[in-house]
């Protein structure tokens, strides 16, 4: 079927958080990356996704034109600030620790607000440990980092989404056994985001594809090879400031 309109070419951006985008050798991977190829093939696009990390992905989506940014958890004040496309996965922000620590954190009731939460700088999962008031948070440059700190002691809870946690730990040498899970703080869909002057043309090009994809099965099929167990989302919003 022929797209009515040709896309403006798009800055495409994403960061380093396995499994959902990350580089594997000299290509990029993940179960975002291969549906924002897919995405792209459909509409003729070929612009490079970049991996970068993730505050200059951030200030280029809302500083430049033409930029898109995946994936970024959805929330009320984003949704002030430009368009999301999706939802393309849904992750729980979740505070872990080391094996062995969550029962004595869970027993100090409100105390355990007072206890630093690690995090990775400008992320949601930052934002989510604050509204549920967490007084100090520790923050560095990738979930990894961060990771690496909670299993050295540096501080006893990290907060980050558990779709990526099996990934970034093993990244670091341990696996999902090596921590508990102390408290959810929110579940959270994660979207493509488009900068504010992106034209509303060009993002319903993308969301015409996206809708294709989840109707015909091979969006199903990316989110089940990269999430397994997970449920992919049906339905195709946009929302924000070019939403409905």
Request: avoid cysteine; charged fraction near 25%; aromatic fraction near 8%.
């Amino acid at each position: 079927m022929a797209l009515p309109v040709t896309p403006v070419e798009l800055t495409i951006y994403t960061e380093d958080w396995p499994p959902i985008s990350f580089k594997n050798g000299d290509k990029l991977d993940g179960m975002a990356v291969e549906l924002v190829l897919a995405l792209q093939k459909k509409i003729g696009s070929n612009a490079a996704i970049q991996l970068v990390p993730w505050n200059r992905g951030y200030k280029a989506l809302l500083e430049e034109p033409n930029v898109l940014l995946f994936t970024v958890g959805r929330s009320e004040e984003r949704e002030k600030i430009m368009t999301l496309l999706g939802p393309v996965a849904i992750s729980r922000t979740v505070l872990y620790t080391r094996k062995g620590n969550a029962a004595r954190l869970q027993s100090l009731g409100d105390d355990i607000y007072q206890v630093a939460v690690g995090a990775y700088r400008g992320s949601i999962f930052a934002d989510a440990a604050v509204k549920k008031g967490f007084q100090t948070l520790d923050l560095a440059a990738t979930s990894q980092v961060v990771a690496k700190m909670l299993m050295m002691g540096r501080f006893e809870l990290w907060s980050d989404g558990s779709v990526v946690v099996p990934s970034v730990l093993k990244d670091i040498g341990y696996s999902i056994q090596d921590v508990e899970r102390v408290m959810v703080l929110d579940s959270l869909e994660l979207y493509l985001a488009f900068s504010p002057k992106t034209p509303l043309s060009t993002i319903r090009v993308w969301e015409d594809a996206l809708r294709q994809m989840k109707k015909e099965g091979s969006f199903q099929k990316i989110h089940q090879k990269w999430l397994p167990g997970e449920t992919a989302p049906a339905e195709t919003l946009r929302l924000g400031l070019t939403g409905y």
